[in-house]
C-alpha cells in the first residue's frame, strides 16, 4: 500500500469524525481567544480518566480477540427466547454493574456482548445500545462509586456510603423503572432467532481470554486506587509484548476525541463569562439548582458541570440528583453515552439516541424531581 493511499485512507475515515473535528476545532479557538498556562491544559486533560479507558480498551479488545465474548453470547442467546426478556436481561446487567463497576466499565462489558449476541440473532443492537447508555446512568446514579460526579460529590459532601446510596434511591428507582419500561415497549415482541451456522462458530482462545479477564480486573482495581496511569502503562506494554495484535486493534481516534472533549470543556467551563453568569443565579432554591444541573450537563456533561457547580450549591445530594438525570438528553450530557455509540458503531446511531433520549430526559426528570422531594 503506497503513503498517498494510505493518507487517503485516513482522510476519509477523519471525515467521518465529526465530533472530533469538532471539538478539536472548539478547543483550538478557546486556546486562540483565551489563553491559558500549560498547567490548566493539563488539569483539563483528565490524564487518569484517559489512562482508564485506555486500559479497559485494551482489555475488552483483549477478550473480544479470544472469542469469550463470543462465545458466552451464544450461551446467553440459546437459552434465553424472547426478545424483550434477552433485552431487559441486558439494560438491567448494565444497570447493575454500573452501580458497582462505574457506568464505562459496564458499558465496555455489556455493548460488545450485545453486539455478539446481535450477530447470531435477530436482536436489534442500535435500540440496545441506547438503552444500555441509559440503563448505566440509572444503574450508576444509585451508588457513590456509580460514576465520577458522584464519587466527587460524595467525597465533598463526606456523606456514610448508605446515607448517599439511600438518598439516590428514589432518583435511580424512577430511571431504572422508565427504562426498563422503554425496554419493553420499544423491542420487537417476538422470539430471538438464532442463527445455529454461527452459534458454535468461535473457538476461545483460553490463555488470552483468561490473561485479559485478569487485565481487566487489575485495570479496574487500578483505576479505584489512583492507579490508573502507571495500570495502563503495564497493560499496554504487556499486550505489545504478548498480543500485539490487540493494541493495533483498538479505537484510538476515540481516545482522541475524548482528549478533545476535555480539552474543549475544561476550558469553557472556566471562562470568566461563564462564570460571572453563575454567580448570578441562585443556587440555593433546589428546583433552581436541579434545573441548572441538568441545562449545563447538556452543554459541556455532566462531569465538567458538576465541577462548575460544586462550590456554589448548597445541597450535594441536590447537584448529584440533578447531573445524574443530566446525563440523558444530549449524547454529551454524559461521556457513558459516547461510549455506548462508539462500541456499538451502528449507523444513524446518534440520531436515534437522540429520538429517544430528549424525550426520556423531558419524561424523567420532573417525576425524579417528584420521588425525590417527596421521599428524598
Request: charged share 10%; glycine share 6%.
Given at each position: ?206 490463555p488470552l481470554a483468561a490473561g485479559s479477564l485478569l487485565a481487566l480486573l ?159
Open positions: 500500500m503506497t503513503l498517498v493511499a494510505v493518507a487517503s485512507g485516513w482522510r476519509a475515515r477523519l471525515k467521518s469524525e465529526w465530533l472530533l473535528l469538532l471539538f478539536a476545532a472548539l478547543a483550538l479557538a478557546l486556546a486562540l481567544f483565551d489563553p491559558r498556562p500549560l498547567a490548566d491544559y493539563r488539569r483539563w486533560l483528565q490524564l487518569p480518566t484517559l489512562a482508564g479507558l485506555l486500559g479497559l480498551m485494551l482489555a475488552i479488545q483483549g477478550i473480544r480477540d479470544s472469542g469469550l465474548v463470543q462465545h458466552a453470547a451464544g450461551a446467553l442467546a440459546a437459552r434465553v427466547h424472547s426478545l424483550r426478556a434477552l433485552g431487559l436481561l441486558l439494560v438491567t446487567s448494565a444497570a447493575l454493574l454500573a452501580t458497582v463497576l462505574t457506568n464505562d466499565v459496564s458499558l465496555f462489558l455489556v455493548v460488545p456482548l450485545t453486539l455478539a449476541i446481535g450477530a447470531i440473532s435477530n436482536l436489534p443492537v442500535a435500540r440496545m445500545a441506547v438503552l444500555e447508555a441509559l440503563a448505566v446512568n440509572a444503574g450508576s446514579t444509585l451508588s457513590p462509586i456509580g460514576n465520577p460526579q458522584n464519587l466527587l460529590l460524595w467525597q465533598h459532601a463526606q456523606s456514610p456510603f448508605p446515607r448517599f446510596a439511600l438518598a439516590m434511591l428514589p432518583a435511580a428507582a424512577v430511571m431504572f423503572a422508565l427504562v426498563a419500561a422503554l425496554t419493553l415497549a420499544w423491542l420487537p415482541k417476538g422470539r430471538a432467532m438464532l442463527r445455529p451456522s454461527q452459534v458454535d462458530g468461535h473457538p476461545v482462545a483460553a487489575l485495570m479496574v482495581l487500578a483505576m479505584e486506587y489512583g492507579l490508573a496511569l502507571p495500570g495502563a502503562l503495564v497493560l499496554a506494554a504487556a499486550y505489545a509484548l504478548i498480543a500485539r495484535h490487540v493494541p493495533a486493534r483498538i479505537d484510538w481516534l476515540l481516545l482522541a476525541t475524548f482528549v478533545a472533549i476535555f480539552l474543549c470543556l475544561g476550558h469553557f467551563a472556566e471562562l470568566p463569562l461563564v462564570r460571572h453568569g453563575l454567580d448570578r443565579l441562585a443556587l440555593d432554591r433546589p428546583l433552581t439548582l436541579f434545573a441548572c444541573g441538568i441545562a449545563i450537563s447538556q452543554v459541556i456533561s455532566n462531569v465538567p458541570a458538576t465541577v462548575l457547580l460544586l462550590d456554589r450549591a448548597h445541597d450535594a445530594t441536590a447537584l448529584a440528583v440533578a447531573v445524574n438525570v443530566g446525563g440523558a438528553g444530549l449524547a454529551i450530557g454524559s461521556l457513558a453515552n459516547l461510549i455506548a455509540l462508539r462500541l456499538a458503531n451502528q449507523p444513524h446511531g446518534l440520531r436515534l439516541f437522540h429520538r429517544v433520549s430528549i424525550p426520556f430526559l423531558l419524561v424523567s426528570a420532573p417525576l425524579v424531581y417528584l420521588a425525590w422531594r417527596w421521599l428524598g
